[in-house]
């Protein structure tokens, strides 16, 4: 009994991947319009920014273990809003375990155009 009580409380603290996944595609939207909107208030010019921006996931893992008792889960993204300059932005995020949430935790200029497109 008290074994299947373990099992029911340790179920109910972890986070199913696809929940996890979703939670970072919602925070990537806000970091993308924020970078827009900002972009666009500093230029004072919405043509600087692309007509469609949009980030490209480079790299998403899940920890198990010890790792992921802090950090469940680690994304690195790429942001291309630039209309004529060739530069985007790579940002870290991190998926705290305890708060159930992401944190970007670095953010770096990086010159170059996305090679996919």
């Known amino acids: 009994m008290l074994c299947l009580l373990f099992s029911l409380l340790l179920l109910s603290c972890s986070e199913s991947t696809e929940r996890i996944e979703d939670k970072l595609d919602s925070y990537l939207q806000e ?13 004072k010019d919405k043509n600087v920014v692309l007509d469609t921006p949009y980030y490209r996931v480079k ?6 273990g010890a790792k992921a008792e802090i950090y469940g889960a680690y ?6 809003i630039y209309r004529d300059i060739g530069m985007y932005e790579t940002r870290k995020y991190r998926y705290d375990a305890h708060y159930r ?3 970007r935790y670095l953010k770096k200029l990086k010159f170059g155009r996305d090679s996919i497109k």
């Open 31 to 43: 970091d993308l319009k924020f970078m827009v909107a900002e972009t666009i208030h500093a230029s």
């Open 59 to 64: 790299d998403f893992r899940l920890f198990d």
């Open 75 to 80: 994304a690195e993204v790429d942001f291309f």
């Open 101 to 103: 949430h992401w944190d």
